[in-house]
């Protein structure tokens, strides 16, 4: 973290004659001091990232960096159709046997959003994922174009333009639209589409197209393992291109390890370019990681998407979208009960209706509520995805339904109608 030295000696402080405060001038002074100390010591500075080695991460293999910290980058897949899909929807199995293998959880869940709207949202996405415990915000970053020669945060900056801060939650076909980068299988349906996080293309936003474009995930407590799928991670590490890299950062802001470098899938990078697949383009990869350190320590991760060169526009032309954000979770109980209340305004609301679906739609079950408002629902199955939604005559709830995967008893699942 950079120092400030405080150098020198306070001025001379002459006190005004009718304050009687200010007739004890050492009084003041020491004050101040210990004021400006406070300040100093209490503020939250960017940390830089030096320049360093970067260790390289073959597609569809592994890299350890910061001596525990293994990083799993897919082979890829692309462009979208539906062989692509059902392969893409495999790229996760590397990671999870790893992840099991080191004792880091026994069970994987996926965040997956099909309630919300298609629509173009202000970034950063503050808790958009919930993992149980575990509360995911996203954010998408600009980093310098000189970011691997000079030292810069390591966490970027945020999208100075406010205007240009938004975030497109797509429910199209395919991960980019005009990228063709598919989709897992798991998370095709074209009834109703789970949301994809597409950053706006740079093209649209000219105070953004000198720039390295990331997405930044901050975890509410630090984690030892996560990954997502990731569409047009474009990278080259040869010729005109630049590669990819993946960033982990510590709770003060440090970086751990050495930058991870993405290489691409082609063994001959002469064709990247263009449409050409191998660098990224049209394809869709899964980037993850596992600590089996002591204590959890990543409190970020962070890619910053490459440039595969060639007539593919500029490197700050690149974006990045991302969709099934999974975490594992050890789990112990099966078979509990989840509860909670239906209120309009203090009082509880008689007779609501309560349904429970499991994700993939197998599992409904209803409840009413009792003259206090309370429902229950008994033996319910852990390790699950529930969507839960309330009604009742003449109300209107805001949010009507929660999302939730449940690990555990859930006694507090309440629903508030609006005044």
């Known amino acids: ?160 333009t406010v205007g240009e801060r938004v975030a497109f939650l797509s429910k199209n076909n395919a991960m980019q639209t005009s990228q063709d980068a598919p989709r897992p299988a798991s998370l095709y349906s074209t009834a109703n589409q789970p949301l994809v996080y597409d950053e706006i293309e740079a093209s649209s936003q000219p105070n953004r197209i000198n720039t390295a474009n990331a997405v930044l995930f901050t975890f509410s407590t630090p984690v030892k393992a996560f990954g997502a799928w990731f569409g047009d991670v474009e990278t080259r590490t040869t010729g005109g291109g630049n590669p990819a890299i993946v960033r982990f950062l510590d709770s003060s802001g440090n970086r751990i390890g050495s930058d991870v470098l993405i290489q691409p899938r082609t063994t001959s990078q002469a064709s990247c370019g263009n449409s050409a697949v191998g660098c990224g383009n049209q394809t869709t990869r899964w980037i993850g990681f596992a600590d089996t350190n002591a204590t959890a320590r990543v409190k970020q991760m962070v890619v910053i998407v490459g440039y595969q060169g060639g007539g593919d526009s500029s490197w700050g032309d690149q974006r990045l979208s991302f969709i099934g954000p999974t975490a594992p979770i050890t789990t112990t109980a099966a078979g509990v009960a989840v509860s909670g209340r239906v209120l309009n305004g203090k009082n509880g609301v008689r007779n609501a209706l309560v349904t429970m679906q499991s994700y993939d739609g197998a599992q409904t079950r209803t409840a009413k509520t009792n003259s206090f408002g309370y429902f229950r629902f008994a033996d319910v199955e852990v390790g699950t995805t529930y969507l839960v939604s309330v009604s009742a005559k003449g109300l209107t709830f805001m949010p009507d339904t929660q999302v939730f995967t449940l690990l555990d008893e859930l006694a507090d699942l309440d629903f508030s109608a609006q005044e």
């Open 1 to 160: 973290m950079e120092k400030i030295l405080l150098g020198g000696e306070l001025p001379e402080f002459t006190p005004d004659p009718d304050c009687k405060i200010m007739k004890k001038p050492l009084i003041f002074k020491e004050l101040l001091f210990i004021l400006c100390v406070m300040l100093i010591a209490t503020s939250v500075r960017a940390q830089n990232c030096a320049t360093g080695s970067e260790v390289t991460a073959p597609a569809g293999g592994t890299v350890t960096t910061a001596s525990t910290l293994t990083v799993y980058n897919s082979a890829e897949a692309g462009p979208n159709g539906g062989a692509a899909r059902t392969t893409v929807d495999t790229f996760d199995d590397a990671w999870r046997s790893g992840v099991t293998a080191a004792n880091l959880g026994n069970s994987f869940f996926t965040a997956s959003n099909t309630v919300t709207p298609q629509s173009t949202v202000s970034v950063a996405q503050t808790n958009a994922f919930n993992i149980f415990a575990l509360n995911i915000s996203y954010d998408y970053r600009d980093f310098p174009l000189d970011f691997r020669t000079t030292a810069r945060p390591c966490a970027g900056s945020q999208i100075a």
